[in-house]
């Protein structure tokens, strides 16, 4: 009895097991690859070591056009690409970020949560693209 129990638990958790090539068929958006460290002990990061506080990362070939990471409890963050899901990247479509609020600066409605990516408000309805990222010590490690 056990062994069925441990097969058919074995099972669903192999089932219920994905991988991340499903993230990236935003139409509006270019796939990139990137690696990126962030030393929460430089003084430009010390707001990420407080849970409830974000940073955006605009360097050269880090995202598109750029990256938010949040700190949710220290141990989780969240990192998302700071393009508009729903447009074109174009001159205007950097989100401006408002507390966990990231909003459109090309005139629509387009607002997103920095928490989990999810649109709350406008039109398209693809969420924010998340990397991955972890922390290690003192150091984020964030990827595509």
Known sequence: MKKIIVIVCFSILIISCSNDDGRSNNPNLPSIS???TINLDLPQFNSLKFPGNSEVIRIDGV?????????VDNTLYSAFELSDPNM???SCSALNI????AESNCGNDNAYEIINGQQLEGEGGFPLLRYR????GNTLFISN
Do not use: C
């Not at 408002?98 to 609020?101: A, D, E, L, V």
């Open 88 to 90: 074109i990247p174009s």
């Open 133 to 136: 990222i972890s922390r290690e």
């Open 98 to 101: 408002n507390g966990i609020r």
């Open 34 to 36: 990137f690696n990126h």
């Open 63 to 71: 995202g598109i056009k750029g990256v938010i990471i949040y700190n």
